[in-house]
């Protein structure tokens, strides 16, 4: 893990700060990340292979499968309370296969109670903030 790496990961756990109990889905994500977690999350990590980890040396309840985050057709929408991913949209190819990442992330993430919540508001600032960073 690269210290820009961590640094995003220890944000996102701040900013948008889970709560017990919460599924979170880790598009691209390696179960190393969340093995200093000491909260108790629902943590789905997908990789174009599935990465085996020791599951006895993890807090969070974690399972990793093989998939194209750009396409989760094993997934329904709306089945995850936050979408986390760390540098990985630059890795999926070209502008509209990042434009897929994006819209898979939003579609898994389930609707908050208020349209103002600010962790909905933040989810969607961030994909479209490295969406328009591509473009530039």
Same mark, same amino acid.
Not at 71 to 86: G, I, P, R, T
Not at 95 to 111: G, L, M, S, W, Y
């Given at each position: 893990?690269?210290?820009?790496?961590?640094?995003?990961?220890?944000?996102?756990?701040?900013?948008?700060?889970?709560?017990?109990?919460?599924?979170?889905?880790?598009?691209?994500?390696?179960?190393?990340?969340?093995?200093?977690?000491?909260?108790?999350?629902?943590?789905?990590?997908?990789?174009?292979?599935?990465?085996?980890?020791?599951?006895? /040396?993890? *807090?969070?309840?974690?399972?990793?499968? =093989?998939? +194209?985050?750009? &396409?989760?057709?094993?997934? #329904?929408? %709306?089945?995850?309370?936050?979408?986390?991913?760390?540098?990985?949209?630059?890795?999926?190819?070209?502008? /509209?296969? *990042?434009?897929?990442?994006?819209?898979? =992330?939003? +579609?898994?993430? &389930?609707?908050?109670?208020? #349209?103002? %919540?600010?962790?909905?508001?933040?989810?969607?600032?961030?994909?479209?903030?490295?969406?328009?960073?591509?473009?530039?």
């Amino acid at each position: 893990c690269t210290s820009f790496r961590k640094n995003r990961f220890s944000r996102f756990l701040v900013e948008l700060s889970p709560r017990e109990g919460e599924k979170i889905i880790d598009l691209g994500g390696e179960p190393e990340f969340w093995k200093t977690v000491s909260s108790r999350y629902e943590i789905h990590c997908i990789n174009l292979d599935k990465i085996e980890f020791d599951a006895d /040396e993890y *807090q969070v309840n974690l399972r990793t499968s =093989a998939g +194209d985050c750009c &396409e989760l057709n094993d997934e #329904e929408d %709306n089945s995850y309370d936050l979408v986390f991913s760390n540098s990985v949209i630059e890795h999926v190819g070209d502008f /509209e296969r *990042q434009k897929k990442f994006a819209d898979t =992330a939003v +579609d898994n993430i &389930e609707p908050m109670r208020s #349209e103002l %919540n600010p962790r909905t508001r933040h989810a969607y600032e961030v994909i479209a903030n490295s969406i328009i960073s591509r473009t530039k």
